[in-house]
């Protein structure tokens, strides 16, 4: 089966510290933006020309042998596609840190639960609205491309004179008589101008309107995003607090128990039969190293060294070295993404407690043989997947390890996705944005 992802958005984050805001320079920006809608002219009618062409391929093949469904689906990923070229152009133009695009996650394995995948992308309501202001850029490039050319020609309709021709053509067939051509190419050259502004000042505010999230809707999101930290990180702690009392009394509390109990004995015997009292003091040793060797592990559960020594490498090595499953790992982490100063400490222990806890639920549940790790550092963040070749049907309740990776992520911030169906495979995935 498969758990629904709990996917956490992280905030829009405000302008970074030495750029240039949207209000300053507002020429180079007017400009910027003219230059943007003229090649938008031209490269995005060719665009919604192939996607409008592609959509009635789609719709004409329907119904013919269903082939027409495949290129609906491909329109999607093409829609997606220009949606978050749209989302990167407008952040850029208007030096705004704008989130990404973000495809929805699978919530159902196969071929059926990537269809479903699609067509849930397909109703987006944000990709939508970006598209929306790619069609608007578009046309507004199409009317900036006449305007210039009208420029131009006003441009020359105003030398007219120097022809010595008594008559001019005018727009629309018409013609101006030489001496008023002057005054005639003087008004079109700045009403064209002013036209091209005007649409260039339009595309800021409608991009505002659809691109830009307000002030209010960031706000929202921020209060929204930072609940759903704060059940997470409280629900984590409480259900760390359970378990590690649960361990101290089912493991360390018996056997140190144990371990009094022996060495009463062994008091008692000392006199009448040192031999045996011997053998009960080493007995009770042998205990004591036992319930240091738990407690041991239990501090690693909670914290572990390593981490902070070496890295996240080093202590998923150190991991898998003690996995009871063979274990294949793969970290490939960009140099500056981990490490001390950069930000990613609590990525690196909320990723680290998620293999962690993958593992000790494989060994103890799935049955699998061997089990691969695969750790990466995308976009800003830490993107690790946990596979096993066990039995599968792993599920997510409430108080279990499943429960605990859940909240871990969701406290720092990240996404959870689990895919175990019955018979397996099972595959867990997290991503863990670095604080900034």
């Known amino acids: 089966m498969t758990t629904n992802p709990t996917p956490l958005v992280p905030p829009t984050a405000a302008p970074a510290a030495g750029r240039p805001a949207d209000a300053e320079r507002p020429p180079l920006r007017i400009l910027l933006t003219i230059l943007e809608l003229a090649a938008l002219g031209v490269v995005g009618s060719a665009v919604l020309g192939i996607l409008s062409a592609a959509l009635g391929v789609g719709l004409g093949m329907l119904f013919v042998l269903g082939a027409g469904v495949f290129v609906l689906l491909g329109l999607v990923y093409a829609l997606y596609g220009v949606a978050w070229f749209e989302v990167r152009r407008v952040g850029d133009l208007y030096a705004q840190d704008l989130t990404d695009l ?14 479903r995948n699609v067509a849930r992308q397909s109703i987006d309501g944000r990709m939508w609205k ?12 199409t009317i900036v491309l006449r305007l210039a050319w009208g420029a131009v020609w006003s441009g020359f309709t105003a030398f007219a004179p120097l022809t010595g021709r008594g008559e001019v053509e005018g727009p629309w067939g018409s013609l101006i008589a030489t001496p008023w051509a002057p005054l005639v190419g003087i008004l079109g050259v700045l009403a064209s101008l002013a036209g091209i502004v005007g649409l260039a000042l339009l595309h800021r505010t409608l991009s505002r309107s659809l691109v830009i999230p307000d002030r209010a809707a960031q706000l929202s999101e921020q209060v929204r995003t930072t609940s759903a930290q704060r059940e997470g990180a409280v629900r984590a702690a409480d259900l760390e607090r359970t378990r590690i009392e649960r361990d101290l009394h089912d493991g360390v509390q018996p056997r140190l128990v144990s371990v009094g109990m022996t060495l009463g004995l062994a008091q008692q015997k000392i006199d009448t039969d040192p031999v045996a009292a011997k053998a009960l003091i080493d007995e009770a040793h042998t205990s004591t190293k036992a319930a240091i060797t738990e407690l041991r592990q239990l501090a690693r559960g909670i914290h572990t060294s390593v981490l902070d020594d070496r890295g996240l490498d080093a202590a998923l090595s150190a991991l898998a070295g003690r996995s ?25 222990a909320a990723v680290y407690f998620a293999i962690a806890e993958s593992l000790t639920n494989a060994a103890k549940h799935s049955r699998a043989s061997e089990c691969r790790i695969v750790v990466r550092s995308r976009d800003g963040g830490l993107w690790a997947r946990v596979e096993d070749n066990g039995m599968g049907g792993a599920q997510v309740q409430p108080g279990g390890g499943l429960d605990g990776i859940t909240n871990r992520i969701l406290a720092a911030g990240g996404t959870f996705r689990l895919d175990s169906p019955a018979g397996g495979p099972t595959s867990l995935e997290v991503m863990v944005p670095c604080a900034s």
């Not at 973000?102 to 269809?115: A, H, I, K, N, Y």
């Open 102 to 115: 973000q495809w929805r996650p699978r919530t159902r394995p196969g071929f059926w639960g990537w269809v």
């Open 130 to 141: 970006v598209i929306l202001n790619f069609v608007l850029a578009a046309v507004a490039g």
């Open 324 to 348: 009871h499953i063979p274990v294949q790992l793969d970290v490939r982490i960009e140099p500056g993404v981990t490490g001390a100063g950069s930000g990613c400490r609590d990525a690196e």
